[in-house]
């Protein structure tokens, strides 16, 4: 009996579902940087959502940078909507670069052209548009 509820929990521990969640590691969570560009496209998607933002560069082209910010849910619950951001909106976003140099970021916060100013869904309230 014994031997068949140890083989039981062993079964069921074997079929529960794994747990991962990756690191914000890549970033450099020390320093932030300010990128001035425009929305080119938001990807409101599970595990996280991401902007790609299309900033000036020093040659007077674009540059393509993609932040990470939190789940759509952890978004949703502090101000967020799937349409807060449109591609071809201003914005000035503040990010945590990657150590790398990568154009990429973990977002700190983003705020659009009308003084809208949002979060990167962390848990923490929304931020209230500054003046």
Do not use: C, Y
């Not at 083989?7 to 970033?27: E, K, N």
């Not at 996280?48 to 990470?68: A, Y």
């Not at 670069?97 to 977002?107: F, H, I, N, V, W």
């Amino acid at each position: 009996m014994r031997r068949m509820w140890i083989a039981g929990l062993g079964i069921l521990l074997a079929t529960q579902p794994s747990v991962a969640h990756h690191s914000f590691a890549p970033f450099d969570l020390a320093r932030t940087i300010t990128l001035k560009g425009a929305m080119k496209e938001v990807q409101f998607t599970n595990p996280h959502v991401w902007l790609q933002v299309l900033v000036l560069n020093e040659k007077g082209g674009q540059t393509e940078w993609s932040i990470e910010a939190g789940a759509p849910g952890m978004l949703l619950r502090t101000g967020w909507k799937r349409n807060s951001l449109k591609p071809g909106d201003a914005v000035t976003i503040v990010t945590h670069p990657a150590k790398s140099g990568a154009r990429t970021g973990s977002l700190v916060t983003v705020t659009t052209s009308d003084g809208r100013t949002l979060g990167p869904g962390s848990g923490t309230p929304a931020l209230k548009p500054t003046t």
